[in-house]
């Protein structure tokens, strides 16, 4: 069973957003920056993604 998200549906604060802009540019990998900012992955890829911020792809 996928985890619990006990801010479902939050909109994104600006301390978030910049928090994802320095984790994706330390390279960190999408797992990585969705726990950090206790998110899940769905939605720290479709912000970055709304951000235009390029998220490592770790093999």
């Not at 994104?12 to 990585?32: I, N």
């Amino acid at each position: 069973m996928a985890e619990k998200f006990a801010r479902h549906r939050q909109p994104w604060t600006p301390e978030e957003t910049g928090k994802l802009r320095t984790l994706a540019a330390k390279g960190m990998g999408l797992k990585a920056i969705a726990k950090a900012l206790t998110r899940s992955e769905e939605s720290t890829q479709a912000q970055a993604k709304q951000l235009k911020i390029g998220i490592a792809k770790l093999r």
